[in-house]
């Protein structure tokens, strides 16, 4: 079977750092708040060009945190895109907040920044740009028309680590940014984890308590706030890995252009990488439009493919009662023939041709 993702490789290559960090975490006993997670905040924040690191428990509540420190709340709109993980929008909605979705770019996934401008309203208070799949948003367009409208930026960067925007880390360009460390990502934990990054301090100290309880200190608390820290254990793990995160990464970037070697001229559409980016390829997607034989083709000759997204967030049943509604053309088409391929660093060039040899076999049936 070629796998989307194989942890097997992953812990034969790095197995041997991890073990020693993890028992390092077991010999001093603390397991929350200790040295692994202020040193990898530190080294984190440092990596992506931020002055401030965060850690929290997963990118979820990382997202869900950025909008609540911001103060946005009931009444409030937030702009985002539908074709992203539901995380997304769930920090919108969760805040009390409603969320204004403009379309995907057709050739990047990312938001469509000629719609922005038109969905603002006396009630925006925010933009959040998701960089998909590992490829950046156009984000001076959409830091313009922050500025011009007053507005925060937040970056959704969970799918982007290393990646790059005009030679910048993303995560570092907005008023914040958040990062999910789900195990297959580009820097993946062995469980859930999450970081915010900002160069606020006046943002990042509030972030600091609003993560653990709403503390100012032990048991004194200034405001109401939850439980979500990144442990000791996932800290001291995360910094073993980000040693090797540009190597991975160009890795990945190798891996994408076999892809397009094999695949060139092929009846798919296939990623792109435009002028302005560094895409690391947390996912390698293309579409066809028999995508769904198209899997099953690939999975009876044991090759793992995903579908990310299947279904747009604004379809979803969860998010219908809130009565949003958004014609999103090219979102709703390409959901129907988007399909990510194998894509992680330690794939075989052997494997590479086969997936793209079977994908061309699939065309002439």
């Not at 010999?27 to 440092?46: A, M, R, T």
């Not at 965060?54 to 709109?77: F, H, M, P, R, T």
């Not at 990623?271 to 899997?295: C, G, M, T, W």
Request: charged share 25%; aromatic share 10%.
């Amino acid at each position: 079977m070629i796998k989307m993702f194989d942890f097997e490789r992953e812990y034969k290559e790095i197995g041997k750092e991890v073990r020693k960090a993890i028992i390092k975490v077991f010999k001093i006993g603390q397991f929350i708040l200790g040295e692994e997670v202020v040193n990898f905040e530190k080294e984190f924040s440092s990596y992506i060009g931020a002055k401030y690191g965060i850690g929290v428990n997963s990118g979820s509540d990382a997202l869900y945190l950025a909008v609540k420190s911001l103060g946005i709340g009931i009444g409030d709109e937030v702009i985002t895109v539908s074709h992203t993980f539901v995380s997304t929008i769930d920090a919108i909605v969760r805040n009390g907040a409603k969320p204004v979705f403009v379309d995907v770019d057709p050739e990047t996934y990312t938001m469509d920044t000629t719609q922005i401008q038109d969905k603002i309203t006396g009630r925006t208070k925010a933009i959040i740009p998701v960089h998909l799949y590992g490829h950046s948003a156009d984000m001076n367009s959409i830091n313009e028309i922050a500025k011009k409208n007053n507005l925060f930026v937040i970056e959704d960067a969970c799918q982007a680590h290393g990646s790059e925007y005009k030679g910048k880390k993303v995560g570092s360009i907005g008023n914040i940014a958040c990062f999910s460390f789900y195990p297959t990502k580009n820097l993946g934990a062995y469980g859930d984890g999450g970081m915010i990054v900002t160069n606020s301090e006046e943002i990042a100290k509030r972030l600091k308590m609003l993560m653990n309880y709403g503390q100012s200190k032990k048991y004194f608390h200034d405001f109401v706030g939850v439980n979500s820290r990144l442990d000791e254990i996932q800290a001291a793990i995360l910094r073993v890995k980000l040693r090797h995160l540009d190597e991975w990464n160009e890795k990945r970037r190798k891996i994408a252009k076999l892809y397009d070697n094999f695949l060139k001229d092929s009846n798919f559409i296939l990623p792109i990488e435009k002028d302005y980016a560094k895409h690391v390829y947390h996912l390698f997607v293309i579409r066809s439009r028999n995508r769904d034989e198209l899997q099953q083709y690939l999975l009876k000759n044991g090759i793992q493919t995903q579908i990310h997204y299947p279904t747009p967030v604004h379809k979803q049943k969860a998010y219908l009662n809130l009565g949003i509604k958004a014609i999103l053309k090219n979102t709703e088409s390409i959901v129907s023939e988007i399909l990510s391929l194998p894509m992680n660093q330690w794939l075989a060039n052997e494997e590479i041709e086969i997936v793209a040899r079977k994908l061309r076999e699939w065309t002439f049936l």
